[in-house]
């Protein structure tokens, strides 16, 4: 099961930090990833980490350069950090893992077997 948290109401420019907690598992072998749904439209990809600690990283173009995934094996919870944070980053967050993604699936949301229930993010002006 994974356990998101950290999302609430920002000012333009903040930054955040979104867990993801995974029990039941480590995050061995996991690719984690972050999605995201805007009001009133569909669950896109944010980031992704394949097979977490690879160094392979992929990020939606919008967040690229002010968001950063990362891992804690030990903690068995992986992190998005949101920096600059702006309006058209309000969504509700999933995060998402799973050990059988292959690499060029890692942005697909129908990849992911298992994932979180989401936590809001709202980024007010």
């Known amino acids: 099961q994974l356990q998101a948290s950290g999302g609430g109401l920002v000012q333009v420019g903040d930054s955040l930090s979104l867990s993801c907690a995974v029990s039941?598992?480590?995050?061995?072998?996991?690719?984690i990833a972050w999605f995201r749904q805007p009001p009133g439209k569909e669950r896109e990809f944010v980031a992704a980490s394949f097979r977490w600690n690879s160094g392979r990283t992929y990020y939606a173009d919008s967040v690229k350069g002010r968001f950063t995934i990362s891992g804690d094996n030990a903690k068995n919870t992986f992190y998005l950090r949101m920096n600059s944070l702006r309006p058209e980053d309000t969504a509700v967050y999933y995060c998402a893992a799973d050990t059988s993604i292959i690499l060029s699936s890692v942005r697909e949301r129908r990849s992911y077997k298992y994932w979180g229930q989401g936590t809001q993010v709202t980024v007010s002006s």
């Open positions: 039941g598992r480590t995050l061995s072998g996991q690719t």
